[in-house]
């Protein structure tokens, strides 16, 4: 990817480069089950990896308008969906507060899953995000309907009063600043419903999906040691995360298999 971001610079980032930034996974094994394509942040035998990732933040000026991080990214997917037509585009964010994050969650106009575990650092982060975007009621009205909250790291011990908890912590952070107020000085636009929701709405943004902390995963390498981890800890660590990521995806139920 970081060849991708500084290749406008020269004139050189097309369909061509897009055809030589997959590698295709082994997890499938020999399953008839498709394929997984993945684009690595630096490629097999990167000299240069640190100089390239300096340069690709730069706003570059082109021949035409000054092309941003963001809309290199968009290109740069683009072309990857138009080499290789997947079916669905999963992109691993950096998380927290950096502008990457907030390019992937406000531009792409794709679903955003928003990882957080329980505690008082993670909600104040958030908040100042969140703060952010309701800055500019316009672009969040674009994009919010696009947020899923994930609980991460869910215990092992009390896991019914850590989602309690948590649920609570996400609905009363979208009241503060995503939900549309109720008859507050910020009614929706005209011609629109009020968008918000009910603490226990499994419809809502702020409605956790989860991912279970097992220790197992600590040194998880499914490359190097793909029998590490059996499918029963996989489905127990991942599997409420997948079926309902997999179903807000495609619209239809999943289940594990």
Known sequence: ?????????????????????VARSPLIGDADLGEILVVP?????????L??????????KTAGPVLHFGERLHQMIQCLETEHKPDIVLLDSRAGMHDIAAVTVSRLDALAFLFAVDGAY??????????????????????????????????????????????QAA????????????????????????????????SAPHDLLHVNWNRAFFSFDPVRRPDAVDDGLLQGGFGDFVERAAET?????VKWS
């Open 249 to 253: 995806l495609v619209g239809t139920q």
């Open 41 to 49: 942040a630096a490629g097999n035998g990167e000299q240069d990896y």
């Open 1 to 21: 990817m970081v060849d991708w971001f500084v290749e406008p610079a020269v004139g050189q980032a097309d369909a061509g480069l897009a055809a030589g930034m």
């Open 122 to 167: 993670t909600w104040d982060a958030y908040r100042l995000l969140f703060q952010h975007w309701r800055r500019d009621r316009n672009l969040l009205r674009h994009f919010r309907g696009n947020l899923r909250m994930v609980a991460g790291l869910a215990p092992d011990v009390g896991r019914p009063e850590y989602f309690a908890s948590f649920r």
């Open 171 to 202: 609905y009363q952070l979208f009241t503060d600043y995503i939900y549309d107020p109720d008859g507050g000085d910020e009614p929706p636009a005209e011609g629109e419903e009020p968008f918000s929701f009910d603490l226990m709405s499994d």
């Open 51 to 60: 100089a390239k990732l300096s340069r690709a933040y730069i706003e570059l």
